[in-house]
């Protein structure tokens, strides 16, 4: 158990619907990281929040939009979803910014777009 | 933009024997370097990491990964597989404040 939870475990929705991905990060980090994961792309690097600011962005579709609450946890909002946006959707969280710092996963949210 | 290649999707070894994961990197400039492991219905654990301290990085679980600037590799060793070693392996890079990961390599290991 890394201390990282996310909810839901799984979600199933329709195309263009919305919905909200919940992560809590480990006691004391103050970073949190989201990332996708499916068959066709891997393990891609969504955005990055810092202690309530966005610290860095990688591949994150306009459709999608995160943030992170003064109690530190972070949501992950996906908008006008498509069946491509079916995947696996991990939280990390890490003390500090740094390149160097370790992450720790949580175990996912399993999303189905049907 | 930084890239990195995991040769070998799928690798097979025997009980007891040497694993070899392979990772290279694309960067001129030595990154920070990473090993995780998934197993099945899980989140990334890590299982080492390198930060320019020592060439070559131990890890948990008797897994270690040596940095080898002019090959621009970081590959996973282990000298003796266990069955619980079965699992989806993934190099990854922390460069500036972007990461990125290899593609995985999953590791199965016959009895």
């Known amino acids: 158990d890394s201390g990282v939870t996310q909810t839901p475990k799984h979600l199933i929705t329709a195309t263009g619907q919305r919905v909200t991905l919940r992560c809590s990060p480990r006691s004391g980090d103050l970073s949190v990281y989201w990332y996708q994961q499916s068959l066709d792309q891997g393990l891609q690097f969504l955005i990055q929040y810092y202690n309530g600011e966005e610290r860095a962005k990688g591949n994150i579709l306009e459709r999608f939009s995160a943030q992170q609450f003064p109690d530190l946890h972070s949501e992950l909002n996906l908008s006008s979803l498509e069946l491509g946006d079916s995947a696996l959707y991990f939280c990390a969280s890490s003390v500090g910014v740094a390149g160097v710092e370790t992450q720790y996963f949580g175990p996912g949210t399993r999303l189905l777009v049907l | 933009a930084q890239s990195v290649t995991q040769l070998g999707s799928h690798v097979s070894v025997s009980e007891g024997a040497l694993v070899l994961l392979r990772c290279n990197y694309s960067?001129?400039?030595?990154?920070?370097l990473f090993w995780y492991v998934q197993y099945p219905n899980q989140g990334l654990q890590l299982l080492l990491k390198y930060t320019s301290a020592a060439t070559l990085v131990k890890g948990i679980n008797g897994f270690e990964a040596e940095f080898k600037k002019s090959e621009t590799s970081f590959h996973l060793t282990k000298p003796s597989a266990h069955m619980s070693d079965a699992a989806e392996y993934f190099c990854?890079?922390?460069?500036?404040?972007?990461?990125?990961f290899g593609t995985g390599t999953s590791l199965t290991v016959i009895p």
């Open positions: 960067s001129s400039v030595p990154p920070y």
């Open positions: 990854a890079v922390s460069e500036g404040n972007q990461f990125y």
